[in-house]
Nanobody, 124 residues
Framework: DVQLQASGGGSVQAGGSLKLSCTVP????????IGWFRQVPEKEREGVSC????????YIADSVKGRFTISSDNAKNTVYLQMNNLKPEDTAVYYC?????????????????WGQGTLVTVSS
């Protein structure tokens, strides 16, 4: 079974920062697009950010643009999501996912593998 290891969630006050990490098995890191989604109860998962393997392109959702940054460390097969200026509406369970298409679709339907969720709580 393919395991994506997500970590880095926690509780912060509004305006604070957190950095999420997703470590991916090497083959999938090299050939799959790796993205971050988030979900709050009774809502669908929202695509937040992604790095494509096919051309290294990145995607950032409008809702977090200017505050969140996605990056990667090839030596560690890890994708990071740096979240700055966090707002209460960013509170959610964050998941990393791997998409075999290799580019960022933004859709949970195309993701083949998911990491365990990591909870981010932002208080006002």
């Amino acid at each position: 079974d393919v395991q994506l290891q997500a970590s880095g969630g926690g509780s912060v006050q509004a305006g604070g920062s957190l950095k999420l990490s997703c470590t991916v098995p090497e083959f999938y890191y090299e050939h799959y697009a790796i993205g971050w989604f988030r979900q709050v109860p009774e809502k669908e998962r929202e695509g937040v950010s992604c790095i494509g393997s096919s051309n290294g392109s990145t995607y950032i959702a409008d809702s977090v643009k200017g505050r969140f940054t996605i990056s990667s460390d090839n030596a560690k097969n890890t994708v990071y999501l740096q979240m700055n200026n966090l707002k209460p509406e960013d509170t959610a369970v964050y998941y990393c996912a791997a998409d075999p298409w290799g580019y960022c679709s933004g859709s949970e339907a195309t993701q083949a593998y998911w990491g365990q969720g990591t909870l981010v709580t932002v208080s006002s």
